[in-house]
């Protein structure tokens, strides 16, 4: 296909996203925000809309499209201010579906990806532990080999998606002594006898994401559980990340992109000093500042979107995508909350919104400063 005739249908597509969200999102969001958590029923709407794991392979329920077809589904979400279902989304579509998609066998990709697609399940999965958060290798949960089965104990924190999650990749310790080659992956059924949710952590943005401690106590998985081999868990992790790191990245370009349309709008009307607010110095200035960085990080992350899908993508560049537009992401909604002034600072204005949900897009997937580590090893070595 010509690739004017691809840019055309991805445009549709984009079009397709923003009608079905502004009429099964939009005038129920805040309410969702207040409830702290998106009805269970928006997922099978999203899916009898076609918006779950999209890039999925047909014959699993997907539509078989690039990943940009993936990618704009969450961007839309968090250009329109909808940053705690992009999280939710994008857990789900970008990180559970492709691991399935690439490490599962056909058993278990005909049991779990099709119901994704259709929303009738949810996935997350399950890496961060209370004690382990980005240091993979010092998890504690464990399971044991008994038998035909593995025993699963232990516990893990800041789930996305935890209090829906019907599948939930678990990574596990299954050879305490081998360090980082001792870990394996599980597709762990939240309906078996040993599963169960914390609390729904309450958290300063992000509100309607459901973010959930998980618990798992002589939890009995069969062999078919496994993911992929035992004890390559931490590679597949690895192998993964990029993906995640992209999407996240994709995903603040976006937010930045609504923050900086509700703020240039506002400047727009807002009289000061008898003059509207983009007329003072400051205001023409400072949007040229965040516009000049969106832009360039909107650049490159179309770049690494280009290069995934090339099967080039490598793990510090992804690195590089996340760390920069992560931080672009929060300099421009702190910029412009702070152009609202003081009616930037209450709920009543989306701008506040923005704000407080960009502060998790430096934490999770991997913190800036592991972001950093791994862009430093890459240019530097190993110290």
């Not at 968090?78 to 990180?95: E, Q």
């Amino acid at each position: 296909m010509p690739a004017n005739a691809e840019a055309e249908e991805l445009v549709l597509f984009r079009d397709t996203v923003v009608r079905v969200l502004d009429k099964a999102v939009t005038p129920h969001y805040e309410q969702w925000d207040k409830d702290g958590i998106v009805p269970r029923e928006l997922w099978r709407t999203l899916g009898e809309a076609g918006l779950l794991c999209v890039d999925a392979p047909e014959a699993y329920g997907g539509c078989g499209v690039p990943f940009d077809y993936s990618v704009a589904v969450g961007a839309e979400m968090a250009r329109m201010g909808f940053g705690a279902l992009s999280t939710n989304v994008m857990v789900h579509s970008d990180i559970v579906a492709p691991y399935l998609s690439h490490l599962g066998n056909e058993e278990q990709r005909q049991r779990w990806l099709p119901g994704m697609a259709t929303g009738e399940v949810v996935g997350a999965i399950a890496m961060t532990e209370p004690g382990a958060g980005s240091d993979l290798q010092a998890m504690r949960t464990r399971a044991v080999a008994d038998g035909d089965d593995y025993i699963l104990n232990g516990s893990k924190t800041f789930i996305t998606n935890g209090q829906h999650a019907d599948l939930v990749i678990v990574a596990a310790r299954t050879d305490p002594a081998a360090g980082a080659r001792g870990i394996s992956l599980f597709l762990v059924d939240a309906a078996l006898e040993g599963f169960s949710r914390g609390r729904n952590l309450d958290k300063i943005g992000q509100h309607c994401g459901d973010t959930s401690e998980l618990f798992f106590s002589d939890m009995r998985l069969p062999r078919s559980a496994l993911l992929g081999e035992e004890g390559q868990g931490f590679v597949y992790l690895m192998q993964e990340l990029p993906r995640e790191r992209l999407a996240i990245g994709a995903g603040s370009v976006a937010a930045a992109r609504g923050a900086l349309d509700l703020t240039i709008a506002y400047a727009n009307e807002r009289i000061v000093f008898g003059q509207k607010l983009k007329q003072l110095q400051n205001t023409r200035f400072r949007i040229a500042e965040m516009e000049t960085e969106y832009r360039i990080n909107k650049a490159f992350v179309d770049q690494c979107i280009d290069e995934y899908g090339r099967g080039e993508l490598d793990a510090a560049t992804a690195s590089m995508a996340k760390y920069s537009a992560t931080e672009m992401q929060c300099r421009v909604a702190d910029g412009c909350l702070q152009l609202f002034g003081g009616y930037g600072y209450t709920t009543e204005y989306p701008i506040s919104r923005a704000f407080t949900d960009a502060r998790v897009q430096r934490i999770y997937g991997g913190t800036s400063e592991i972001m950093k580590e791994v862009i430093a090893r890459s240019v530097l070595g190993r110290s």
